[in-house]
């Protein structure tokens, strides 16, 4: 087990059970002594931690070794109280199973600090959230609450707790906390009224005294001097030097408004408390065996703090009255018996007050979830007390550490030994001490001490605290750890006294006194005082004073047989819990830091049974668990297990350890448990199945996703199906409207077909309506896209008008359209082929073979034309025209009609022929002495330019055949002139040209087979052409 050694903790041994001599008690003392002196307070004996108070603070406890021990193995770092915390916090989170941890040891041993610390540590290691931070700050402050209220300076503690507390703090699955509630036992009431010479009250009093402010003390009728007040003044010990009273009270102030505490609360928990002071104020005297209130202020405090009549409070102070036959009898009390019903009330408040403190701090603590709990107790509860005088109340603390130190053996010692003979498991047997033997003494009915109390409380007559000690002579006077002064030796007989008995505990021999013992276990209080509080006004203690107690017929149980009762209760809890220990050793009676005084820690090592703890845990295993447990929890280690196992638990597990490699000397089988000896085993199987989790956590998440995902699935489908459901009732829906509309339509158009042709009126108006509109998208869809697309839909009889105008503004749109998009080139071609069409359309066969050919400015090949630029150039040198038009044509002359070549040039205002070899000019000629141009209506090329001869220059006529490109010519020749008049074109077949001198020419005109122009018999120029 070399994982227990740390760096920082290598005095002694951090766990008895490593102990070389670990029979011997002196070296057992030894190592406490030993860590102690390095301020190592902690040491284990297995699970169970020793825990030594150093009387001073350590930095033990701050947030970085709160981290530093969160979700450890327990042996992984130095013994620690938070090591305990960890531990037990894990297996309740793990194992889903109720855990308490039990604080105990003698008073000022550090019970109360080591449960605060276990507190802290849950508190600080749970799941955070706004809503648990305050169910965390509720459980914190609730003991400051408790601690003003409860506790008190003792001459062993300057902060004894002086009643029992047992918390349970509610955890859901997470280990969040989610609430608590809290049991109190036997306060210590009579502290109230009196303390012993060092001793002080409970904390509240000073600390109201000291840090409330100066209106709230006025308000409470209370001056700052603890002095003033005789509850307070009895033991001469106003103040500490380890507690600031007025820092507290602010403490204690927070944490009330944090726990839900409201201001008209605060208020009356104050004034309870205020009242008890004062109600130690008031003094008596006796007159003639009456009793006299002395100063009737106190009265009148009271009075204003508790809303109730000081007449009737002054009365019931020196009177009471007594139910005899059901008639009331008022009797006077003397000045003890005054005294007695003062301090009777003053601990009924208080006591009441701080019953009603703890329900206030339950409800709120209470948890409001609907979700599985686990808990987590704590129980701190009063230590062993050994008084110069003992009374009562250290008899009752004293039966409760026995109970306590029964259960410890019981679940430690005795059990763990039964258990293993049971199972089968070698042992050697530990013998220990059994108080059980003290325990029977003190409870056993009709023969213990309380049933023998119980009996002189209820006997009528004379019964006294003597006669109980004699009956206790009686019954008891030879039991083995009983004495009294009459039983006891002659040797001891000196050290008891006549009103005194001794019991001998498992901690140690107590000697108690029974004076006072009937009186406080009858704890009554007169009737008149029970009706004065009954009239109070402070509603706390209207409620704590009810008319049902008033006129009650039964005897009040006792208070022995109540808290025997709280008890047995108690241990019930316990017993269902899987405990963890803290024993808790205060290492003097000084309260000094630094000082271990050997003797007094040897009595209790002894007395706590550490010795057989520790016998038993060197013997014995350090875990053990039922087959079907372990199989549980770690049948994912081994495949032969997972995911389950059909053979017998018992099998299981043996395949488990065997795939775990257990060492024979690590684990025992026993009938239905595994038994594990070792820590550092079930850690290393612990951590294993740790890691494996992730492993599962992962399979569990795809299984949880596909299960979430398959429940969208469904949820998506059903609520498709609904969709689709209706929906599809929707769109049925739908169509029946459709199809009724549409039967209305249909028989509104067939109605209105029918009376298609008659003037527009209500019945054909719907179908005249779509006819139009019907018309006009196909007249949409089906518009011609151009000037030449001569195709128009028909239109119905309605719309014939309406179509003829559309059509007209459609051709009119396509024109515009048309020219807007011509360019100049394609325009002028244009005006060219319109005027061509004017010329020749109807007047010339050949005009339809020109329609398609575009007209150009050149039918000459361009290195042709360059050199012709040339020639023109160089004869025109005066002369800057431009050249309009070029073609090659044939010239025949007037006489004789010999065909030449030439090369035919029109500029803007001059016609030029050219020798089509030499590119000489033959011929030049202004446009505007043409005085005609005369052509056939046939197929050929000839025309004639008709020339002024007006002298014998001039040599008549122009005959030229431009074959297919006439219209081309006679176009540009017109549009040069700018005279459409010029043409004429001859039908008769025949045409008259003049020659010089005044002669005419003729020219035939033929048609034939092919085209032919030739010189006729008779001296005229003969053309032959085609008939098409």
């Known amino acids: 087990m070399e994982n227990l050694l740390h760096a920082r903790d290598k005095v002694g041994v951090q766990d008895f059970v490593l102990l070389e001599d670990f029979t011997n008690e002196a070296a057992f003392i030894n190592n406490l002594k030993k860590r102690f002196q390095e301020n190592l307070i902690y040491t284990y004996i297995g699970p169970v931690i020793i825990s030594v108070n150093p009387y001073r603070d350590l930095n033990l406890y701050n947030s970085d070794v709160i981290d530093q021990y969160k979700n450890v193995n327990f042996y992984e770092l130095p013994p620690h109280i938070f090591a305990i915390g960890d531990n037990a916090f894990r297996f309740m989170r793990e194992e889903c199973k109720d855990q308490c941890i039990l604080i105990s040891g003698e008073s000022g041993s550090g019970k109360t600090e080591a449960s605060k610390k276990l507190l802290q540590y849950l508190a600080a290691t749970s799941h955070h959230a706004p809503s648990v931070e305050n169910v965390k700050d509720k459980l914190l402050l609730s003991n400051p609450i408790l601690e003003a209220f409860g506790n008190a300076k003792t001459n062993k503690n300057d902060n004894s707790s002086r009643f029992g507390k047992y918390m349970d703090v509610e955890f859901d699955y997470l280990g969040t906390p989610l609430g608590g509630h809290i049991l109190n036992y036997l306060l210590e009431k009579s502290r109230v009224v009196h303390q012993n010479h060092g001793e002080r009250n409970f904390h509240i009093f000073y600390q109201l005294l000291a840090g409330a402010d100066n209106e709230t003390l006025e308000a409470l009728d209370l001056r700052r001097d603890p002095s003033a007040y005789f509850y307070l003044s009895q033991g001469s010990c106003s103040k500490l030097r380890s507690i600031d009273d007025a820092d507290q009270f602010s403490v204690v102030e927070k944490a009330m408004n944090v726990t839900d505490f409201t201001e008209d609360e605060q208020e009356a928990v104050f004034a309870i408390v205020a009242s008890v002071l004062h109600l130690g104020n008031v003094g008596f005297v006796e007159e003639d065996g009456q009793a006299v209130v002395v100063h009737d202020k106190p009265i009148h405090s009271i009075s204003k703090l508790l809303g109730c009549s000081a007449i009737d409070l002054m009365n019931a102070l020196i009177n009471k009255t007594i139910e005899a036959n059901q008639e009331l009898m008022c009797s006077p009390l003397n000045r003890d018996q005054a005294i007695y019903a003062r301090d009777a009330l003053a601990k009924a408040l208080y006591e009441r007050l701080f019953t009603w403190l703890v329900g206030k701090l339950n409800a709120s603590l209470q948890s409001r979830a609907k979700k599985r709990k686990t808990l987590m107790g704590l129980l701190d509860i009063y230590g062993f007390e050994i008084f110069q005088r003992n009374s009562f109340e250290q008899f009752c603390i004293n039966y409760c550490n026995e109970k306590l130190q029964q259960l410890f053996i019981e679940l430690t010692l005795k059990s763990e030994q039964e258990e293993y003979q049971k199972e089968g498991i070698e042992w050697v047997p530990v013998k220990y001490f059994n108080n059980k033997i003290i325990c029977d003494l003190v409870e056993e009915r009709h023969k213990g001490i309380i049933a023998i109390l119980d009996e002189e409380c209820l006997r009528p007559g004379g019964a006294t605290d003597s006669t109980f000690l004699c009956k206790l002579e009686n019954v008891v006077g030879k039991h083995p750890h009983f004495l009294s002064h009459s039983t006891a030796s002659s040797k001891l007989r000196k050290t008891i006294e006549r009103n005194e008995f001794r019991l001998v505990h498992y901690a140690g021999d107590v000697t108690y006194s029974v004076e006072g013992f009937l009186d406080k276990n009858n704890d009554l209080l007169y009737r008149d005082l029970k009706k004065a509080m009954m009239e109070s006004k402070n509603w706390i203690v209207q409620n704590a004073f009810t008319s049902e107690e008033l006129y009650d017929k039964k005897r009040p149980i006792t208070a022995a047989t109540q808290f025997k009762t709280s008890l047995s209760a108690l241990m019930s809890i316990l017993m269902s819990k899987e405990p963890w220990y803290i024993r808790c050793i205060k290492p003097n009676d000084n309260k000094w830091p630094g000082v271990f005084d050997e003797t007094i820690v040897a009595h209790q090592v002894k007395y706590l049974g550490l010795m057989e703890n520790l016998r038993v845990r060197r013997a014995g295993f350090a875990y053990r668990k039922k087959y079907e447990d372990f199989l549980k929890r770690y049948k994912c280690l081994c495949p032969a297990t997972w995911p389950s196992y059909d053979g017998s638990a018992k099998d299981g597990v043996l395949l488990l350890i065997q795939h775990l490699e257990y060492k024979a000397e690590e684990y025992a089988i026993g009938k239905s448990k595994i038994f594990i000896r070792f820590p550092k085993t079930l850690f290393e199987t612990e951590d294993e199945f740790q890691r494996y989790k992730h492993v599962l956590a992962t399979i569990i998440q795809a299984k949880f996703r596909a299960y979430i995902q398959r429940r969208k699935y469904l949820s998506m489908q059903k609520s498709v199906n609904l969709i689709s459901r209706y929906w599809r009732g929707h769109l049925a829906r739908e169509l029946l409207e459709r199809r009724r509309w549409a039967v209305m339509v249909i028989r509104k158009f067939i109605k209105g077909f029918m009376l298609r042709n008659e003037p527009e009126n209500e019945i054909n108006a719907f179908f005249l309506l779509n006819v139009k509109a019907e018309f006009l998208k196909r007249l949409s869809r089906r518009l011609p896209t151009n000037l030449l697309d001569k195709h128009w839909p028909p239109a119905p009889t309605s719309c014939k008008e309406t179509s003829s105008y559309l059509k007209q503004l459609h051709k009119t749109w396509l024109m515009r359209k048309y020219i807007k998009n011509l360019s100049p080139d394609r325009k002028f071609q244009l005006d060219q082929k319109v005027l061509a069409e004017q010329l020749f359309k109807g007047k010339k066969n050949s005009y339809i073979q020109s329609v398609p050919k575009p007209f150009v400015a050149s039918r000459l090949a361009l290195d042709f034309e360059g050199r012709i630029l040339t020639v023109l150039e160089n004869n025109m040198q005066s002369v800057k025209e431009k050249i309009v038009y070029m073609l090659q044509v044939t010239k025949y002359d007037r006489h004789g009609y010999r065909a030449r070549p030439r090369i035919l040039v029109i500029t803007k205002d001059s016609l030029f022929l050219l020798d089509s070899k030499s590119l000489k000019i033959k011929q030049q000629t202004g446009l505007l002495n043409i005085k005609g141009i005369l052509v056939s ?75 032919l122009i030739s010189k006729g018999k008779d001296g005229t120029l003969k053309v032959v052409s085609t008939a098409s």
């Open 937 to 1011: 209506s046939f197929s050929d090329g000839i025309v004639v330019l008709q020339m002024p001869c007006t002298n014998n220059k001039e040599k008549g006529d122009l005959i030229l055949d431009c074959q297919q490109y006439l219209v081309e010519f006679i176009v540009k020749v017109v549009m040069a002139c700018k005279n459409k008049n010029l043409l004429t074109v001859i039908d008769t077949g025949c045409i008259s040209h003049e020659m010089i001198g005044g002669k005419k020419g003729t020219v035939n005109f033929l048609t034939g087979s092919e085209n």
